[in-house]
């Protein structure tokens, strides 16, 4: 494991602790968000308390099975980013980076597809799934008649990553489709959902994520189920055959709970035959590419890179 932007670590661990510090003053959240709070919360930004910027560049039109999605569209397309959106498979809208995925789409001469796909409690799994799913076969069909381009990328943040390698999952088992997405990208996602150890061991400290908040989620996403019910392939990502997948770039802080899915996930791609690129980004806790930080500018950066010159 490489460990990178070691020369940030002050700066990164600085934010962190003030974030912590700034959470503490805060009441903690319901362990099951009403109705309002729920629909306070989707219309923020992650990880802050104002609505997003809504950019007029993107577009909100529905595709297959009435599936949602915001495109943007530059002048040139080199390729086609499906991005699923972070959030705990309960918050965040595709119109939630608006000003990222634009300038992703303009410097990586990308049409980005981000899916608005259902979200838990009120629609749990497998309906965020099966959203994904159904917009991934839509470009699979429909991408070089609508962006010129049969080039195929996908990734997300967080629960985005888990969907993304979900929905490629899914592609391979259930409609036999292999190597039409070229490339993934995926940013600190969960691929255990019975907890790998840094999961359970990190506690309660007030981050953007911890041992508490996850278990809160997953029964907010899959209401019910066991951890060994939550152990199915179809649920956690980990357990599965993951060969036939393509390359993929892994990325995840040292200060996230989520570190070990990471790692894991990784090294079991890399043993199925795709080439594997690790990032683990010192003293970054889970999210950091939502803050203004040094290292969030280095990782849009090479996750520009890495999406502009994947699968040509």
């Given at each position: 494991m490489t460990?990178t932007?070691e020369?940030?670590?002050a700066?990164?661990?600085?934010?962190?602790?003030?974030?912590?510090?700034t959470?503490?003053?805060?009441?903690?959240?319901?362990?099951?968000?009403?109705?309002?709070?729920?629909?306070?919360?989707?219309?923020n930004r992650?990880?802050?308390?104002?609505?997003?910027?809504?950019?007029?560049?993107?577009?909100?039109?529905?595709?297959?099975?009435?599936?949602r999605v915001?495109?943007?569209?530059p002048?040139?397309?080199?390729?086609?980013?499906?991005?699923?959106h972070?959030?705990?498979?309960?918050?965040?809208?595709?119109?939630?980076?608006?000003?990222?995925?634009?300038?992703?789409?303009?410097?990586?001469?990308?049409a980005?597809?981000?899916?608005?796909y259902?979200l838990a409690?009120e629609h749990?799994?497998?309906?965020?799934?099966?959203d994904?799913?159904?917009?991934?076969?839509w470009?699979?069909?429909?991408?070089?008649?609508?962006?010129?381009?049969?080039?195929l990328?996908?990734?997300?943040?967080?629960?985005?990553?888990?969907?993304?390698v979900?929905t490629?999952?899914r592609?391979r088992?259930?409609?036999?489709?292999?190597?039409?997405?070229r490339?993934a990208?995926?940013l600190?996602?969960?691929y255990?959902?019975?907890?790998?150890?840094?999961?359970?061991?990190?506690?309660?400290?007030?981050?953007?994520s911890?041992?508490?908040?996850?278990?809160?989620?997953?029964?907010?996403?899959?209401?019910g189920?066991s951890?060994?019910?939550r152990?199915?392939?179809?649920?956690?990502?980990?357990?599965a055959?993951?060969?036939?997948?393509?390359?993929?770039?892994?990325?995840?802080?040292t200060?996230?709970?989520?570190?070990?899915?990471?790692?894991?996930?990784?090294?079991?791609?890399?043993?199925?035959?795709?080439?594997?690129?690790?990032?683990?980004?010192?003293?970054?806790m889970?999210?950091?590419?939502?803050?203004?930080?040094t290292?969030?500018?280095?990782?849009l950066?090479?996750?520009?890179?890495?999406?502009?010159?994947a699968?040509?």
């Open positions: 460990i932007d020369d940030c670590l700066e990164t661990l600085a934010f962190s602790k003030e974030f912590e510090a959470a503490e003053s805060r009441p903690a959240r319901e362990e099951t968000p009403d109705a309002t709070a729920l629909a306070t919360l989707r219309r992650l990880g802050g308390d104002t609505p997003p910027v809504r950019l007029p560049q993107g577009d909100d039109r529905v595709i297959a099975d009435g599936v915001r495109t943007f569209v002048d040139h397309v080199d390729g086609v980013y499906l991005h699923i972070g959030g705990g498979w309960a918050f965040g809208p595709a119109d939630g980076q608006d000003e990222r995925l634009w300038r992703l789409a303009e410097q990586a001469r990308l980005v597809v981000s899916v608005e259902r409690p749990p799994f497998p309906a965020g799934p099966d994904c799913e159904a917009a991934a076969r470009l699979v069909d429909h991408a070089a008649a609508e962006f010129g381009t049969e080039r990328l996908i990734g997300g943040e967080s629960a985005g990553a888990h969907l993304s979900v490629l999952l592609l088992d259930r409609h036999g489709i292999t190597g039409a997405f490339a990208h995926l600190f996602g969960p255990d959902l019975s907890m790998t150890p840094s999961q359970r061991s990190f506690g309660g400290k007030r981050l953007l911890n041992t508490v908040t996850l278990r809160r989620t997953y029964e907010l996403f899959t209401p189920m951890a060994e019910q152990r199915d392939p179809e649920v956690s990502p980990l357990f055959d993951l060969a036939g997948l393509p390359p993929a770039r892994i990325v995840v802080g200060e996230d709970p989520l570190l070990d899915d990471s790692l894991f996930l990784a090294a079991r791609w890399q043993a199925a035959g795709a080439p594997v690129r690790l990032g683990v980004v010192a003293g970054a889970h999210g950091f590419t939502l803050f203004p930080l290292v969030t500018e280095r990782e950066r090479r996750e520009r890179d890495f999406l502009s010159t699968g040509r």
